[in-house]
C-alpha cells in the first residue's frame, strides 16, 4: 500500500540537491517537489554555513520509504533531512486554496474587530483634580566640606619637610 510522505532535505549546494532528487526519483514517485532555496544557518553543520533546502511530496511503499531514508543517511550531499507521513496529495493545490482563501478571512476578521469596536466602545469620564496641598519641606543648609587633594607633588613636599626636620634633631 501506497502512502504519502513529504521530505525537506538540506543539500550542500544547488547541483547535490538535483542529485539528491533523481536519487529519491529512482526509487520512489515524486508527486511535487519545490527548491525552496539557500539559507544561512544559525550554527555550521558538517561544517557548512549554507544548505540548500529541498521540499518533496511524494508517493512510497513503506519498503520504498525506509530505502530512502537509507540512502539519504548515507549520502555526503545531504546535510540533514526530516520525513512526515503526509495527507495532502498536491502541495501546489493546497497553496492554492490558501491563497484564495484568505481575502475571505480577512473579510470576516474585520467585520468581527468592527462590532467588536463598536460593543466595546469606553466611556471617558473626567475627574477634576482635587485641592493640591503645598507641602514645604524645611531642610537645613549644610556647608560643603573642604576636601583636600592630595597629589604626588604635595606628597613629596610634606615628606621632604618630615625628613628635613628629622635630620636636624
Known amino acids: 500500500m501506497e502512502k504519502k510522505y513529504e521530505i525537506v532535505v538540506v543539500a550542500i549546494n544547488e547541483e547535490e540537491s538535483k542529485n539528491l532528487v533523481s536519487l529519491i526519483e529512482k526509487n520512489v514517485k515524486i508527486v511535487d517537489q519545490t527548491f525552496v532555496g539557500q539559507r544561512v544557518f544559525a550554527y555550521p553543520i558538517k561544517k557548512n554555513e549554507t544548505g540548500f533546502y529541498i521540499h518533496l511530496l511524494i508517493s512510497a511503499k513503506v519498503d520504498d520509504y525506509n530505502l530512502i531514508k537509507k540512502e539519504l543517511d548515507d549520502s555526503d550531499a545531504c546535510l540533514r533531512y526530516l520525513t512526515f507521513s503526509s495527507k495532502r496529495n498536491d502541495l501546489k493545490k493546497d497553496k492554492e486554496k490558501e491563497r484564495t482563501r ?58 621632604d619637610k618630615k625628613l628635613k626636620k628629622l635630620l636636624e634633631e
Not at 105 to 123: G, L, T, Y
Not at 130 to 140: A, G, L, P
Not at 147 to 155: A, L, P, Q, R
Open 102 to 159: 484568505k481575502p475571505e478571512m480577512i473579510e470576516k476578521a474585520s467585520k468581527e474587530i468592527k462590532k467588536i469596536d463598536e460593543i466595546e466602545k469606553p466611556k471617558v469620564i473626567e475627574k477634576k483634580p482635587d485641592k493640591v496641598k503645598v507641602v514645604k519641606k524645611i531642610t537645613k543648609a549644610t556647608k560643603p566640606k573642604k576636601v583636600e587633594k592630595i597629589t604626588e607633588k604635595v606628597k613629596i613636599s610634606e615628606l
